[in-house]
């Protein structure tokens, strides 16, 4: 992602290992000098050096975001096919989702684009990219159930992280509220006397955080950030993360039959693990 050799991947490609190295499309391989991973996201970034500036790929724009229907395009080593044995696989297919949320084992994957785009066990680290060939997301997992459903974390929620790892701190500094999320249910409308279908349910709020101090209580179901919609827990991740710790937003929520009420939350640095 930088002529500096900053290589954006999966924290599960390279966690755990002694050592890293990349090769690249011109078969020259290089032992990555650095290896820094996030704590909470399956993201990573290496860096390797070398005497001339990398080729490197672009994320999309924030104005020009991805939307269901658009085409798009995985490139990776499937299978474990290494530029060595013929180069980068390529497979195109459509955006069939977005705004998912899973875990796998102990990882949760938010703000994850769903695509149709063939992804196999090796694609893990590669791109999403559109038809401009701009990066859209991190291709990431792959339901075993199911065929034609791969997901890949979308650009909006890694190039925060990229950006934080390929500092000079090499830290993601993530803006927290202190409350635990979901989506809302079905059984939520019925068993809460909800109005509404979308949005994030507030399970538990930390004491001494930001969350509670603005009065915000279990089963309020957040509704907006700064005017932007919110209809799910990955929508919430997607805006909140963005802004910085210090930063006051305005949260609307929904509370006792009310659908405006809103509280003013001041942010603070999310905890380390």
Excluded: C
């Excluded at 996030?38 to 020009?64: H, T, Y």
């Excluded at 635990?180 to 249910?185: P, Y």
């Excluded at 009065?215 to 963005?242: H, K």
Aim: proline share 5%; no cysteine.
């Amino acid at each position: 992602m930088d002529p500096d050799g900053y290589i954006l991947t999966n924290r599960h490609v390279v966690e755990g290992a002694t050592t890293v190295h990349v090769t690249l499309q011109n078969r020259k391989t290089y032992n990555a000098t650095n290896v820094w991973i996030d704590d909470l996201a399956d993201l990573a970034v290496v860096k390797i050096a070398g005497s001339q500036p990398f080729a490197a790929a672009q994320f999309v724009e924030e104005d020009d975001p991805a939307k269901v229907g658009d085409w798009a395009v995985a490139v990776g080593h499937p299978l474990g096919l290494s530029p060595d044995e013929g180069g980068a696989t390529v497979t195109a297919g459509i955006i069939s989702n977005l705004d998912r949320s899973f875990t796998i084992d102990t990882t949760t994957y938010y703000d994850v684009i769903q695509t149709d785009a063939a992804i196999n066990p090796g694609n893990s680290g590669g791109p999403l990219l559109n038809l401009e060939g701009k990066v859209i997301g991190i291709n990431s997992a792959v339901s075993t159930e199911a065929q034609g459903v791969g997901y890949a974390i979308n650009v909006s929620t890694a190039k925060p992280v990229y950006e934080g790892l390929a500092s000079s701190t090499h830290t993601v500094v993530r803006p927290f509220i202190g409350v635990g999320l979901r989506d809302v249910e079905p059984l939520d409308v019925t068993n809460l006397g909800l109005t509404i279908w979308g949005g994030a349910l507030i399970t538990q709020v930390q004491e001494g955080f930001p969350a509670e101090q603005a009065g915000l209580q279990a089963n309020d179901v957040i509704t907006s950030i700064n005017g932007a919609p919110i209809v799910s827990y990955a929508s919430l991740i997607r805006e909140l993360w963005p802004y910085d710790a210090g930063d006051t937003i305005t949260i609307g929520f929904f509370r006792d039959d009310d659908p405006n009420r809103t509280a003013e939350v001041t942010l603070v640095a999310r905890p380390s693990n």
